[in-house]
């Protein structure tokens, strides 16, 4: 496995970060700076700002149906953790992105580093699908304003493409978005003085939630 490939496995580094890394002199292996594009196998010991770091055998990745309530972090702070529904042989595997607290739905969990930057990156523009529920019905301006001109928030302009779950029903909506801004589309609707009651995630890129049960897991 290539150094670059093979330190962004074991840290769950994008692959851009870990050769930047190799090239700042970060990375040793067996206590020598690797040669541009070297293979290590898993008899070499790396090691990365001094410490020693190891690949895992295979990358792994996950889709967890997240419940409301559970924080994206390993420290729940007082919170229930993601990490509490999951077994502790993956505990290792990292978030790709966050869903706040109130929020459920797809969450995928990888330690492939270069999948991950794949799927955050803005530059890659990937597709994510919510089904939200608005504490009062969406007025037709308002629709309009969200789906063809965009609020402008405080960290630029918002436009989300909106589609009604149920016909005649303007509370409930399905948005689809290539952004990720933290809580861009909490903060897009609170603008125009609505509150979001539900906010579920049914798909991110080309994975989707599927049949998988609230608060548990698949493994990809």
Same mark, same amino acid.
């Given at each position: 496995m290539?150094?670059?490939k093979?330190?962004?496995?074991a840290?769950g580094?994008?692959?851009?970060?870990?050769?930047?890394?190799?090239?700042?002199?970060?990375?040793?292996v067996?206590?020598?700076?690797?040669? +541009?594009?070297?293979?290590?196998?898993?008899?070499?010991v790396?090691t990365?700002?001094?410490k020693?770091?190891k690949?895992?055998?295979?990358?792994?990745?996950i889709i967890l149906?997240?419940p409301?309530?559970?924080?994206?972090?390993?420290?729940?702070?007082g919170?229930?953790?993601i990490?509490?529904?999951?077994? +502790?042989?993956?505990?290792h595997l990292?978030?790709?992105?966050?869903l706040?607290?109130?929020?459920?739905?797809?969450?995928?969990?990888t330690?492939?580093g270069q999948?991950a930057?794949?799927?955050t990156?803005?530059k890659y523009q990937?597709?994510?699908?919510y089904e939200i529920?608005?504490g009062? +019905?969406?007025?037709?301006?308002?629709?309009?304003?969200?789906?063809?001109h965009?609020l402008?928030?405080?960290d630029g302009?918002?436009?989300?493409?909106?589609?009604?779950?149920h016909?005649?029903?303007d509370k409930e909506?399905?948005i689809?978005?290539?952004?990720?801004?933290n809580?861009?589309?909490?903060?897009?609707?609170a603008?125009?003085?609505?509150?979001?009651?539900r906010?579920?995630r049914?798909?991110?890129g080309?994975?989707?939630?599927g049949?998988?049960?609230n608060?548990?897991?698949?493994?990809?």
């Amino acid at each position: 496995m290539r150094i670059n490939k093979y330190v962004a496995a074991a840290t769950g580094l994008s692959r851009r970060v870990a050769d930047k890394a190799i090239d700042q002199g970060n990375v040793l292996v067996n206590g020598a700076p690797p040669t +541009p594009g070297q293979d290590v196998t898993a008899q070499d010991v790396v090691t990365l700002n001094g410490k020693t770091v190891k690949a895992p055998a295979e990358t792994q990745t996950i889709i967890l149906n997240k419940p409301t309530g559970y924080v994206v972090s390993r420290d729940g702070q007082g919170s229930q953790a993601i990490y509490d529904l999951l077994p +502790p042989e993956i505990h290792h595997l990292k978030p790709v992105g966050r869903l706040d607290k109130d929020s459920s739905g797809l969450l995928l969990l990888t330690n492939d580093g270069q999948l991950a930057q794949e799927l955050t990156h803005p530059k890659y523009q990937k597709t994510k699908i919510y089904e939200i529920k608005l504490g009062q +019905p969406l007025q037709p301006l308002h629709h309009q304003m969200i789906s063809d001109h965009g609020l402008q928030l405080t960290d630029g302009p918002s436009r989300l493409n909106l589609e009604r779950l149920h016909k005649g029903n303007d509370k409930e909506w399905r948005i689809t978005m290539h952004e990720g801004r933290n809580r861009q589309i909490r903060r897009t609707f609170a603008a125009l003085g609505y509150g979001i009651t539900r906010l579920h995630r049914t798909n991110f890129g080309t994975y989707d939630l599927g049949s998988i049960k609230n608060g548990e897991f698949k493994a990809l």
